[in-house]
């Protein structure tokens, strides 16, 4: 009896042991951005007749893959692997290949963006978002999410989903300040999402490569968007708002 009470003990702890959550304070996560551009460009409102003509030639969607490597005081994100379909698209939107270093423990960061012929080191305090937490919970990447709302430009959403088994307060592009790191953003109006594909444990050798972008002219956000602005302004509508929500992201 003593050995059975034994047996059921060490069961009992395993299963214990296998329930309780998820502590990560250091890692690598690679995130899938993927954009239905027959959606965001070849739209029939925006183009007439051209939009069916330029939907034959481009793929419906583009996918890009990024890195985020992270600690508990500071994180990295940028481009990772290649996707080869991806030449078929042609230009790349402004903002496609950002690189974006947040210091946690001094909210401040450093972002890289190529924005058409130019690139901006964008040198500033982390952006100071306002969430508001919903109900809604999803697995994304093994992770257990919670569902959580903001706004960029002041109307364009921005839906996040955050785990706090992932201690980092950060995320893809320049959002972060959630309860934990986001592994799954989506921005309806740019038809785009950041979903993560995996969650790795960081090496030593990564670890060493979080360090901020130093090339670019030097700006702040709102001399970027005040830049930005003033080179499109004679854009159409439309044309120039999404430049500025890619820009802001």
Known sequence: MQRILIIIAIISGAFSAAAQPRFVTKGKIEFERKTNMHRLYYNEEEMGSWSETMKKLIPQFKVDYFDLVFTEEKTLYKPGRENPDNKKIGFPPPAAENVVFKDLQQQKGATQKQIYESQFLILDSLRNVTWKLQPEIRTIAGFECRKALTRICDSVVVVAFYTDEIVPASGPESFHGLPGMILGLAVPRLYTTWFATKVELLNTAEET?????????????????????????????????????????
Request: proline share 2%.
């Open 209 to 249: 490569k979080i360090i901020a972008p130093a090339r670019g002219k030097k700006v702040n956000d709102q001399e970027l968007l005040s830049t930005v602005n003033a080179g499109i302004k004679d854009w159409g509508e439309r044309y120039r708002d999404k430049a500025m929500w890619m820009t802001s992201l």
